[in-house]
Structure formats: C-alpha cells, structure tokens
C-alpha cells in the first residue's frame, strides 16, 4: 500500500538528458525528506540528492552539483531529479526514497529511509 514508484530512466548519449520522477502512493510526502540515490554495479549505493519535506534546501553529492537538480511537487506527490550534462560514470539504478525528516543533512545514511521505490535503470553511453 505504501510505496514509492520511480520512472524517466532509460539509454542517453553522454551529454544528455534525463528527468526522473518519484510517485508516491499510500501515504502523502509531504512531511518527508526524499533523497535520490544510486548504484552501479559492484558499488555501494550513494546518495545522490535530497530535498527537505519544506522544500526549502536541498543537497547535492560533489559528482552532480551543477548537472542535476532536485525538486518536488507536493499537490502530485512527486519528487523530480533533472539530470543534465550526463556522463557515462552517472550509469546506474536510480532510486528514490523518503523519511520522516526535514533535514536532509542529518538524514545522509541508506538505513535511515523508511521507504524505496524499485529503482529506474539510467545508462549513459559514451
């Protein structure tokens, strides 16, 4: 009942981009901060991006600042990731996640999310 479904990933030629959307069903997001995260093969899953549940900050790991930008939509209760200027090393499952916090620099770790959708494929070709 309670779930996050992500969508907008598919094949890009570096350079490109991308917009990655996070629904929410169940449960209204409102009141969660929601970080995008990721994981390529062989590597542990990274915080990519997060937005406070106000909206009013947002953060950025140090390989996307300037290329993706997060936002969300709380009347569709939906969460973004613009994603521009894509490289190949940005190839990975893309997944977003929410927790019952305002503060998305406090909520860094994967094992604080309460929620994940089941990750959208992201595959930037050279």
């Known amino acids: 009942q309670l779930q996050l479904v992500e969508s907008g990933g598919g094949l890009v030629q570096s350079g490109g981009s991308l917009r990655l959307s996070c629904a929410a069903s169940?449960?209204?997001?409102?009141?969660?901060?929601i970080g995008w995260f990721r994981q390529a093969p062989g590597k542990e899953r990274e915080r990519v991006s997060c937005?406070?549940?106000?909206?009013?900050?947002?953060n950025y790991a140090d390989s996307v600042k300037g290329r993706f930008t997060i936002s969300r939509d709380n009347a569709k209760n939906a969460v973004y990731l613009q994603m521009n200027s894509l490289k190949p090393e940005d190839t990975a499952v893309y997944y977003c996640?929410?927790?019952?916090?305002?503060?998305?620099?406090?909520?860094?770790?994967?094992?604080?999310?309460?929620?994940w959708g089941q990750g959208t494929q992201v595959t930037v070709s050279s």
């Open positions: 996640a929410a927790v019952l916090s305002n503060a998305c620099a406090v909520v860094r770790g994967v094992i604080v999310y309460d929620y």
């Open positions: 937005i406070d549940a106000s909206g009013g900050a947002t």
């Open positions: 169940g449960f209204i997001l409102n009141n969660y901060a």
